[in-house]
Protein backbone atom coordinates (compact mmCIF):
# COMPACT_ATOMS: atom_id res chain seq x y z
CA UNK A 1 0.00 0.00 0.00
CA UNK A 2 1.39 3.69 -0.31
CA UNK A 3 1.30 3.97 3.12
CA UNK A 4 4.15 1.46 3.78
CA UNK A 5 5.73 3.25 0.85
CA UNK A 6 5.36 6.60 1.98
CA UNK A 7 6.47 6.71 5.53
CA UNK A 8 9.74 5.10 5.40
CA UNK A 9 10.78 7.30 2.53
CA UNK A 10 9.99 10.15 4.71
CA UNK A 11 11.97 8.79 7.49
CA UNK A 12 9.16 7.73 9.97
CA UNK A 13 7.13 4.73 11.17
CA UNK A 14 3.54 4.75 13.10
CA UNK A 15 3.95 5.56 17.05
CA UNK A 16 2.19 2.64 18.17
CA UNK A 17 2.81 4.53 21.48
CA UNK A 18 0.29 6.92 20.18
CA UNK A 19 -1.83 4.31 19.19
CA UNK A 20 -1.13 5.15 15.47
CA UNK A 21 -2.88 3.16 12.85
CA UNK A 22 -3.86 4.25 9.33
CA UNK A 23 -7.03 3.89 7.36
CA UNK A 24 -5.45 3.00 4.36
CA UNK A 25 -8.74 1.00 2.83
CA UNK A 26 -10.22 2.85 -0.24
CA UNK A 27 -13.27 1.77 -0.04
CA UNK A 28 -14.06 2.32 3.67
CA UNK A 29 -12.55 5.84 2.97
CA UNK A 30 -14.71 6.53 0.96
CA UNK A 31 -17.79 4.77 2.86
CA UNK A 32 -16.57 7.00 5.79
CA UNK A 33 -16.30 10.17 3.56
CA UNK A 34 -20.06 9.80 1.98
CA UNK A 35 -21.22 9.06 5.56
CA UNK A 36 -20.25 12.66 6.75
CA UNK A 37 -23.13 14.28 4.21
CA UNK A 38 -20.63 17.33 3.16
CA UNK A 39 -22.27 20.13 1.72
CA UNK A 40 -21.62 22.83 0.03
CA UNK A 41 -19.70 25.63 2.47
CA UNK A 42 -20.04 23.11 5.09
CA UNK A 43 -16.79 23.38 7.38
CA UNK A 44 -14.90 20.00 7.83
CA UNK A 45 -12.89 18.92 10.92
CA UNK A 46 -10.65 16.16 11.67
CA UNK A 47 -9.54 15.45 14.52
CA UNK A 48 -6.63 12.77 14.65
CA UNK A 49 -5.30 13.46 10.87
CA UNK A 50 -2.27 11.19 10.58
CA UNK A 51 -1.26 11.59 7.51
CA UNK A 52 -4.51 13.02 5.94
CA UNK A 53 -5.99 9.85 4.50
CA UNK A 54 -9.86 11.28 5.54
CA UNK A 55 -8.81 14.44 3.87
CA UNK A 56 -7.46 13.36 0.41
CA UNK A 57 -11.03 12.01 -0.13
CA UNK A 58 -12.99 14.54 1.02
CA UNK A 59 -14.97 15.19 -2.12
CA UNK A 60 -13.41 18.02 -4.52
CA UNK A 61 -16.18 19.00 -6.25
CA UNK A 62 -17.99 19.95 -2.64
CA UNK A 63 -16.58 23.86 -1.90
CA UNK A 64 -15.70 23.28 1.86
CA UNK A 65 -13.56 24.38 4.29
CA UNK A 66 -10.90 22.43 6.52
CA UNK A 67 -9.04 22.25 9.54
CA UNK A 68 -7.21 19.27 10.72
CA UNK A 69 -5.74 18.91 14.08
CA UNK A 70 -2.70 16.17 14.51
CA UNK A 71 -1.23 15.56 18.02
CA UNK A 72 2.18 14.15 16.22
CA UNK A 73 4.25 17.27 14.87
CA UNK A 74 5.66 15.12 12.30
CA UNK A 75 2.26 14.18 11.19
CA UNK A 76 1.14 18.02 11.68
CA UNK A 77 4.19 18.88 8.97
CA UNK A 78 3.27 16.64 6.28
CA UNK A 79 -0.36 17.80 6.95
CA UNK A 80 1.25 21.23 6.10
CA UNK A 81 3.24 20.33 3.04
CA UNK A 82 0.07 17.97 1.48
CA UNK A 83 -2.66 20.24 2.18
CA UNK A 84 -1.91 23.54 1.81
CA UNK A 85 -5.09 24.81 1.86
CA UNK A 86 -5.82 23.47 4.82
CA UNK A 87 -5.68 25.01 8.65
CA UNK A 88 -3.51 22.60 10.31
CA UNK A 89 -3.61 22.76 14.54
CA UNK A 90 -0.89 20.63 16.26
CA UNK A 91 -1.90 19.84 19.52
CA UNK A 92 -4.12 17.64 21.81
CA UNK A 93 -7.64 17.45 20.26
CA UNK A 94 -9.47 17.82 23.49
CA UNK A 95 -7.78 20.97 24.58
CA UNK A 96 -8.34 22.93 20.78
CA UNK A 97 -11.81 22.88 20.01
CA UNK A 98 -12.95 23.71 16.67
CA UNK A 99 -16.84 24.26 15.48
CA UNK A 100 -17.69 22.67 12.14
CA UNK A 101 -20.39 21.21 10.16
CA UNK A 102 -18.64 18.00 9.70
CA UNK A 103 -16.09 16.52 12.23
CA UNK A 104 -14.12 12.94 11.29
CA UNK A 105 -12.73 11.73 14.66
CA UNK A 106 -10.45 9.11 14.79
CA UNK A 107 -8.49 8.71 18.31
CA UNK A 108 -7.44 6.81 20.52
CA UNK A 109 -10.58 5.73 22.39
CA UNK A 110 -9.54 6.82 25.54
CA UNK A 111 -9.53 10.65 24.60
CA UNK A 112 -12.34 9.94 22.03
CA UNK A 113 -15.42 11.57 24.18
CA UNK A 114 -13.53 13.92 25.95
CA UNK A 115 -13.07 15.41 22.20
CA UNK A 116 -16.38 15.79 21.31
CA UNK A 117 -17.20 19.50 23.03
CA UNK A 118 -16.99 21.37 19.87
CA UNK A 119 -20.27 22.32 18.32
CA UNK A 120 -21.41 20.27 15.39
CA UNK A 121 -24.02 18.89 12.93
CA UNK A 122 -22.55 15.79 12.02
CA UNK A 123 -19.84 13.28 13.73
CA UNK A 124 -18.27 10.25 12.31
CA UNK A 125 -16.27 9.18 14.99
CA UNK A 126 -14.27 5.71 14.87
CA UNK A 127 -15.33 3.44 18.66
CA UNK A 128 -13.82 0.08 19.73
CA UNK A 129 -16.85 -2.35 18.36
CA UNK A 130 -18.01 -3.13 22.07
CA UNK A 131 -21.58 -2.54 23.54
CA UNK A 132 -19.72 -0.14 26.28
CA UNK A 133 -18.24 1.89 23.86
CA UNK A 134 -21.63 2.00 21.57
CA UNK A 135 -23.43 3.25 25.12
CA UNK A 136 -20.95 5.70 25.66
CA UNK A 137 -21.37 7.12 22.27
CA UNK A 138 -24.78 7.16 21.85
CA UNK A 139 -25.30 9.24 24.98
CA UNK A 140 -23.61 12.12 23.31
CA UNK A 141 -26.31 12.19 20.43
CA UNK A 142 -28.37 10.25 18.09
CA UNK A 143 -26.05 7.23 16.80
CA UNK A 144 -26.07 5.53 13.03
CA UNK A 145 -23.90 2.69 12.01
CA UNK A 146 -21.59 3.17 9.54
CA UNK A 147 -19.22 0.54 8.92
CA UNK A 148 -17.23 -2.16 10.65
CA UNK A 149 -13.43 -1.19 10.06
CA UNK A 150 -11.32 -4.70 10.16
CA UNK A 151 -7.72 -4.83 11.46
CA UNK A 152 -6.31 -4.83 7.91
CA UNK A 153 -8.12 -1.90 7.26
CA UNK A 154 -5.46 -0.02 8.94
CA UNK A 155 -1.44 -0.01 8.76
CA UNK A 156 0.01 -0.59 10.64
CA UNK A 157 -2.95 -3.59 11.55
CA UNK A 158 -5.24 -2.84 14.59
CA UNK A 159 -5.30 -5.20 17.46
CA UNK A 160 -9.24 -5.25 17.28
CA UNK A 161 -12.44 -4.40 14.60
CA UNK A 162 -13.50 -0.52 15.11
CA UNK A 163 -16.79 0.51 14.45
CA UNK A 164 -17.32 3.67 12.63
CA UNK A 165 -20.79 5.96 14.16
CA UNK A 166 -22.07 8.94 12.56
CA UNK A 167 -23.64 11.30 15.45
CA UNK A 168 -26.60 13.73 14.43
CA UNK A 169 -27.11 16.85 16.77
Not at 35 to 54: C, F, K, Q, W
Not at 97 to 110: A, G, S
Request: negative net charge; charged residues 20%; hydrophobic residues 45%.
Amino acid sequence: NVLSVMLPSLGLLPDVSLDQHFLVSSSQLSLVVESGNIRPGDHVVELGAGIGSVAACLPRHVPHTLTLIEYDPRLASILRDKFPHARVLEGDARQLVVDCDVLFVNLPWEVTLDSLHARWRTAIVAIPDTKDALRAISDVAMTDHVTILEREDFSPAQDEPSRVVRLNR
